[in-house]
C-alpha cells in the first residue's frame, strides 16, 4: 500500500511554544490530508481536511487559529500548534488520500506523540 | 449524520481459535466500509474495504469481513488467530469526504 510519514514521530515542548508537524505522502500524490486527534485508549477524532492549494475545513470545536494547516504541496501537509498547552498533548495521525476515485481508500502516517510541559 | 459502533472495548481469544471483532453502523446511503488496525504508538494500517460486491470481503494478513445489510453489520473476523494480532482495531464508515472511526476493539491473543 501507499506510504505516509510524518515527521517528528515525538516532541516535547513548552508550554506556550509553537510545534510543527509534517505529513508526506512518499509515493502518491495526496489530493486530499486529513489531520486526527487520538486521545489514549480512544478513537480518532477528525480535527481538518486541507485540500492542497486551499484552505482547510475544520471541524466543529476545533480552533483553527490554534491549529494551522497548511496543505502547499500535492506531497507535504503541516500541522502547527502554535501557543501550545499541556491539553494539547495528544497523539497526532495524519492521513493521505489519492483522488480521483471515491471508493478510494486513506492512508494514515505512523502519527506524531506531542507533550507539552 | 453516520456513525460506528464497536460494542466490545476487549476481545480475548486463544491462539488457533477463531476470532470475530463486531461492527454496526449507521449512515445515510450506500455503505463504504473498513477496517483498520493500529498498534501501540503507530499510525492506522488498513486491512480491508466494502464498497460494493461480495459480502464476504477478504483483507490483509488473512482477515476477512462479512457485509450484512439487514443487521448494519461489518465484522471482522479470522479463521485462525495469532498472537501477532493482538492489537487495536478500528471499524470506519466513509459518507462522503469524511470517515468516521469506532471507538476500537482491543483484541488479546493469548498462547
Known amino acids: 500500500g501507499a506510504v505516509v510519514s510524518q515527521h517528528p514521530s515525538w516532541v516535547i515542548c513548552k508550554s506556550g511554544t509553537s510545534v510543527k508537524i509534517e505529513c508526506r505522502s512518499l509515493?502518491?500524490?495526496?489530493?486530499?490530508m486529513f489531520w486526527y486527534r487520538q486521545f489514549p485508549k480512544q478513537s480518532l477524532m477528525l480535527m481538518a481536511t486541507?485540500?492542497?492549494?486551499?484552505?482547510?475545513?475544520?471541524e466543529q470545536g476545533v480552533e483553527k487559529d490554534k491549529f494551522l494547516i497548511n496543505h502547499a504541496s500535492l506531497t507535504l501537509s503541516t500541522l502547527t500548534v502554535t501557543s501550545a498547552h499541556p491539553e494539547d498533548s495528544s497523539f497526532y495521525i495524519c492521513?493521505?488520500?489519492?483522488?480521483?476515485?471515491?471508493?478510494?481508500?486513506?492512508?494514515f502516517g505512523p502519527g506524531t506523540r506531542l507533550t507539552v510541559l | 449524520a453516520q456513525s460506528v459502533a464497536q460494542p466490545e472495548d476487549q476481545v480475548n481469544v486463544a491462539e488457533g481459535n477463531p476470532l470475530t471483532v463486531k461492527c454496526t453502523y449507521s449512515v445515510s446511503g450506500n455503505p463504504y466500509l473498513f477496517w483498520y488496525v493500529q498498534y501501540p504508538n503507530r499510525g492506522l494500517q488498513f486491512l480491508l474495504k466494502y464498497i460494493t460486491g461480495d459480502n464476504l470481503v477478504k483483507g490483509s494478513y488473512g482477515f476477512e469481513a462479512e457485509f450484512n445489510k439487514s443487521q448494519t453489520s461489518f465484522h471482522l473476523k479470522k479463521p485462525s488467530a495469532l498472537v501477532s494480532d493482538s492489537a487495536l482495531y478500528f471499524c470506519?464508515?466513509?459518507?462522503?469526504?469524511?470517515?468516521?472511526f469506532g471507538t476500537g476493539t482491543q483484541l488479546k491473543v493469548e498462547l
Open positions: 509515493d502518491f500524490q495526496a489530493t486530499t
Open positions: 492521513s493521505a488520500r489519492e483522488d480521483g476515485s471515491s471508493y478510494n481508500e486513506q492512508f
Open positions: 486541507s485540500n492542497e492549494g486551499s484552505k482547510a475545513t475544520y
Open positions: 470506519a464508515a466513509r459518507e462522503g469526504n469524511k470517515l468516521t
